[in-house]
């Protein structure tokens, strides 16, 4: 079973600054992996999938990188609506299953 | 327009049995991957079930044998049948869409509001 682990568990950040998030699998996953952002009372929106394409009506600040066991998600320029809990996500092949990190939540310093 | 709606949650005791179910419209739910994802209160994100558009089902090690998942292909509706409910299965449940083709299927896309459970005596 292929674990994923993200920090810092919190970031405290202030308007205009840059967001760093990290997301580390404990075996290969290749570049499957989702960035999720989650605000509280809604379902998660995704953001971010095969480790680097922004999903549809993504702004721009938002980017991932990264491949194999090693990701993150950046926000260039944090914008008020984008404090948040965020969460990477994964799949395995075989059994078919998919696992979440525990998340890093971006508050406001 | 994609819209998924929950509905089913509520309060039930250990070892009781709930059917959640998952209204899609703006899409056919039989042409694609469907799943139910779960948050408990204050927690993370936990992947439940998931079907697949040719029928194969597959479920979390926590669920299996006590949850299944299906669709009811003139209702365009998915669903969750949950037995020997556990308090440790108390959460927010979520359906899902894992649309378009190739990896993008590995992928939540389209999420409903979520419907709660709540499993306590």
């Known amino acids: 079973e292929i674990v994923l682990t993200q920090s810092p568990a919190t970031l405290s950040l202030s308007p205009g600054e840059r967001a760093t998030l990290s997301c580390r699998a404990s075996?290969?996953?290749?570049?499957?992996l989702a960035w999720y952002q989650q605000k509280p009372g809604q379902a998660p929106r995704l953001l971010i999938y095969d480790a680097s394409n922004r999903a549809t009506g993504i702004p721009a600040r938002f980017s991932g990188s990264g491949s194999g066991t090693d990701f993150t998600l950046t926000i260039s320029s944090l914008e008020p609506e984008d404090f948040a809990v965020y969460y990477c996500q994964q799949r395995s092949n075989w059994p078919p299953s998919f696992t979440f990190g525990p998340g890093t939540k971006v508050d406001i310093k | 327009e994609v819209q998924l709606v929950e509905t089913g949650g509520g309060l039930i005791q250990p070892g009781g049995s709930l059917r959640l179910s998952c209204a899609a419209s703006?899409?056919?739910?039989?042409?694609?991957?469907m799943s139910w994802v779960r948050q408990a209160p204050g927690k993370g994100l936990e992947w439940v079930s998931v079907i697949y558009s040719g029928g194969s089902t597959y479920y979390a090690d926590s669920v299996k044998g006590r949850f299944t998942i299906s669709r009811d292909n003139s209702k365009n509706t998915l669903y969750l049948q949950m037995n020997s409910l556990r308090a440790e299965d108390t959460a927010v449940y979520y359906c899902?869409?894992?649309?378009?083709?190739?990896?993008?299927?590995?992928?939540?896309?389209?999420w409903g509001q979520g419907t709660l459970v709540t499993v306590s005596s």
């Open positions: 075996q290969s996953v290749s570049s499957y």
């Open positions: 703006g899409f056919t739910v039989s042409s694609n991957y």
């Open positions: 899902a869409t894992q649309m378009g083709g190739g990896s993008y299927r590995y992928y939540f896309d389209y």
